[in-house]
C-alpha cells in the first residue's frame, strides 16, 4: 500500500515554508497543519492533490466524524474535528494558487466546513476558556501590588493554571510578578484588551 506520494510532499514543504515564513506560524502551529494535511492523505490513499475533487473533502469528513481517539477510544470531539477541517480547508484554498494545481478550484475548500451547529460546539469550549483567562487577568490587575503576597493561594494557583505554568514554576512567577510592580497592571490590562479582541475575530 503507498504511503507516500512525492509530488505531495514537495507542495507540502513549500505550504510548510509558506506558513512558516510568510504567516509567521509557530513551530507548533505548522506541525498541526501537517498532522491535519497527513491524516487525510491517510484517507485518500495519497491520492495526489492535483487530483483533489470535493467529493474527497465531503467523504474524509464523514469519515472523520466517525473516528475515535487513540488514548480514549471515546469519538472525536467537535473542536478537534474543527481544528482538523479548518487546518485542510486553509490549505486547498492556498493550493489553487500554485504552479501545477491552477485547475483546482477555491470553493471546493469549503467543502471542508462544518454546519453551523457543529462550528458553534466546536468554538464553544474555546470561547469559555478566553472568558476565563480574562476574568483572572482582569482579577489579577486588581491586586494591590503590596498584597499581593497576601492573596488567596486559590487566586494564584488558578492564575498559574489557566496559563500553563508547571506547579514548580508558580513560586517565580509570584517572584516575577511582584518584582515587576505596578507596571504588570498595565501588562494585564493590554493581555486582557488582547484577549478581549480576539474573541471579537481581532488579529492579535
Wanted: glycine share 6%; hydrophobic share 35%; charged share 30%.
Amino acid at each position: 500500500m503507498t504511503k507516500h506520494n512525492a509530488r505531495n510532499e514537495r507542495i507540502k514543504r513549500k505550504y510548510f515554508a509558506y506558513l512558516k515564513e510568510a504567516q509567521r506560524y509557530s513551530e507548533p502551529s505548522v506541525d498541526a497543519a501537517a498532522k491535519a494535511i497527513s491524516r487525510f492523505e491517510e484517507h485518500s490513499r495519497f491520492r495526489d492533490f492535483k487530483a483533489f475533487h470535493f467529493e474527497q473533502a465531503v467523504a474524509f469528513k464523514r469519515h472523520l466524524a466517525e473516528g475515535t481517539a487513540v488514548r480514549s477510544g471515546e469519538r472525536l470531539s467537535k473542536a478537534t474535528l474543527h481544528a482538523t477541517l479548518t487546518q485542510l480547508r486553509k490549505f486547498f484554498f492556498w493550493l489553487p494558487d500554485q504552479i501545477g494545481y491552477k485547475g483546482l478550484s477555491y470553493s471546493d475548500a469549503d467543502y471542508f466546513n462544518l454546519s453551523e451547529k457543529e462550528t458553534r460546539i466546536a468554538t464553544a469550549h474555546r470561547e469559555q476558556r478566553s472568558q476565563r483567562r480574562l476574568s483572572l487577568l482582569e482579577k489579577a490587575s486588581d491586586l494591590r501590588w503590596w498584597g499581593w503576597r497576601e492573596s488567596t493561594g486559590e487566586t494564584r494557583r488558578q492564575f498559574g493554571q489557566s496559563f500553563g505554568v508547571p506547579l514548580r514554576g508558580r513560586g517565580c512567577l509570584t517572584s516575577t510578578l511582584i518584582a515587576f510592580g505596578r507596571r504588570w497592571r498595565g501588562l494585564v490590562n493590554r493581555c486582557a484588551s488582547r484577549l478581549n479582541n480576539s474573541r471579537h475575530g481581532a488579529k492579535i
